[in-house]
């Protein structure tokens, strides 16, 4: 199979942990085709400070992270698909150990800390910055494959998935990309398409996310007819860096893992009014306290004060924070650092099975792109790069055995240019990306009622229009597929948080603040074209 025309076996989308590691899995049996956006780097996993959870102490138990996960999720997690992530951990980490990750070690063992929600030292971690040691890991083993075909600078469109002559959708067959060095739009062509592509936070104005997690992959799916499930949950990180320079840094919930403690800028601390768990408890707990701390006393932020350790301990637990803060002018081992919640993980996504296949035959998803039962109503610390190295090696699995059965994909047809011109409003797209993310972040962020709710989809509705109408008439951008994809993704948060009518996990609204377990299931949101209803 030639691979000068852009055919491939497999077609990988996104190049965080779940992509990269699913490329080399396959590499050998597949030639395969990483599309990433950006640089092959850049993506959720290299920021990721804090690290991966597995059981690996002889005072842990799988039992005891499985029921973590399980209250952390409000009643939401599938506890089977919690009991086989869990129980995956320990090859997660050897697998990473094989490639080369270099971990931090406490003598000749690993060293574990301790995060939010977790009731054990359960955290592998390579100092603070856990993800960047993973990602250029992979990176490096991706580049010395000759088998994998890197594509950076490429922005995925939409996926190609033919009828035959009866209207009958077949499966997916490619995709077009727009590669955004050359200004050129290339069709793609692999009788499988894996969607790694990452979450949607860029979605909100204040995030954790790199530019990014604009929700591709959740937008494209849905366009194509995948059903998504339960978007309403947006994990905000609590304890986001607040300068004004300091974009999208967060402070790691390993800090209050080692004795952090969150305070009012007098000192006084807040979390033990809220939870007796105290700064420990799961992210959504802490996220609201803050938020409530400040717009009840109209507080630009709070604060994370470790200074109470030993100097030594804070610059060899946190060296790339330390180094960071200082930079901004916040010496952490003598003073307290301002902090704002700022969202940072998409609890939901792309509905998946154990294998990561969607509801298009040859299309799978894996990662944070992905609703697969893990996470329920709230995320806890440092099971998401778990989740993508369990679900991409299963993908990997499940794609081997069906490689030398696929049928040969059918090309997508060239794109078509002649109808469309250069726009000469392209000052409206970045109007608009504002526009979208702020009224986010007033109607749909941490605290929603019904109103707001209603209010932010008004607001939607006409951004769609404007967004499809620039889609149809002019030439592509990289701005203007971001705007229409996290359009997309904005509209699926939203319609998801109006079906919930409770509150629970990450979703709280003061229409209906108390849970009820008459809604213990996901929120499916089920598109027009979905081969579910057509079948």
């Known amino acids: 199979m ?7 076996d497999v077609l990988i989308v996104g190049s965080g942990a779940s992509g990269l590691n699913l490329a080399l899995e396959l590499s050998e049996f597949a030639r395969v085709a990483v599309i990433t956006k950006s640089g092959l780097h850049e993506s959720n996993t290299y920021y990721a400070q804090g690290g991966i959870a597995a059981v690996l102490d002889e005072h842990d138990s799988i039992k005891s992270h499985i029921q973590d996960t399980l209250d952390a999720g409000a009643g939401l997690c599938d506890p089977d698909v919690v009991r086989t992530v869990v129980e995956s951990g320990r090859v997660a980490i050897e697998k990473l150990t094989g490639y080369g990750v270099k971990f931090t070690r406490e003598g000749d063992e690993l060293h574990l800390t301790r995060e939010g929600g977790h009731s054990h030292r359960r955290v592998v971690h390579a100092a603070d910055a856990t993800g960047k040691a993973i990602e250029l890991t992979l990176e490096d083993r991706v580049r010395e494959n000759a088998n994998i075909h890197i594509f950076e600078h490429h922005n995925a469109i939409d996926l190609y998935c033919p009828r035959d002559k009866n209207g009958v959708r077949g499966s997916v067959s490619g995709l077009y990309a727009l590669d955004t060095i050359e200004n050129k739009v290339k069709a793609f062509t692999a009788p499988f398409v894996v969607l790694a592509t990452g979450g949607v936070s860029k979605v909100y104005l204040y995030t954790s996310n790199p530019d990014v997690a604009t929700g591709d992959g959740i937008a494209m799916a849905w366009r194509a007819g995948c059903r998504v499930a339960n978007m309403e949950f947006t994990q905000f990180h609590p304890t986001c860096l607040y300068h004004p320079k300091a974009k999208s840094f967060l402070v790691s919930e390993a800090v209050r893992g080692e004795g952090g403690l969150l305070t009012l800028e007098n000192g006084e601390r807040f979390m033990d009014k809220y939870d007796e768990r105290g700064e420990l408890a799961p992210r959504d707990i802490v996220a609201r306290a803050i938020d409530d ?15 109470h350790k030993p100097a030594e301990f804070i610059q060899e637990h946190f060296p790339t924070i330390y180094a960071r803060c200082l930079s901004f002018g916040f010496d952490m081992t003598k003073e307290p650092l301002p902090v704002v919640p700022a969202a940072h993980y998409t609890c939901g996504g792309v509905m998946v099975d154990a294998f990561g296949r ?27 790069l778990l989740e993508c190295l369990v679900y991409s090696s299963a993908a990997a699995t499940d794609i081997q055995t069906r490689l030398n059965n696929a049928a040969p994909a059918k090309s997508p047809p060239p794109w078509d240019e002649s109808r469309v011109t250069d726009s000469d409003e392209e000052i409206v797209i970045s109007h608009n990306w504002d526009e979208l993310r702020r009224f986010m972040w007033d109607y749909v962020g941490i605290v929603r009622t019904t109103k707001r709710l209603q209010r932010a989809q008004t607001r939607i509705d006409m951004l769609q229009i404007e967004a499809e109408e620039y889609y149809g008439n002019f030439r592509v951008t990289g701005d203007l ?8 993704s904005a509209e699926l948060i939203v319609r998801s948080a109006m079906k919930r009518k409770e ?23 089920v598109p027009r074209n979905c081969p579910k209803q057509e079948s």
Do not use: W
């Open 358 to 384: 969607t509801d298009i035959e040859g299309l799978y998803a894996i990662g944070e792109v992905t609703y697969t039962g893990l996470h329920g109503a709230n995320r806890m610390a440092s099971n998401s």
């Open 2 to 8: 030639s691979t000068s025309d852009n055919t491939f």
């Open 481 to 488: 597929l971001e705007l229409r994809n996290l359009t997309v």
């Open 503 to 525: 509150s629970r996990g990450l979703h709280y609204t003061r229409d209906h603040p108390e849970s009820d377990d008459a809604n213990l299931g996901p929120t499916v949101l």
């Open 293 to 307: 701390q400040m717009k009840r006393k109209g507080l630009d932020c709070v604060y994370i004060d470790i200074s």
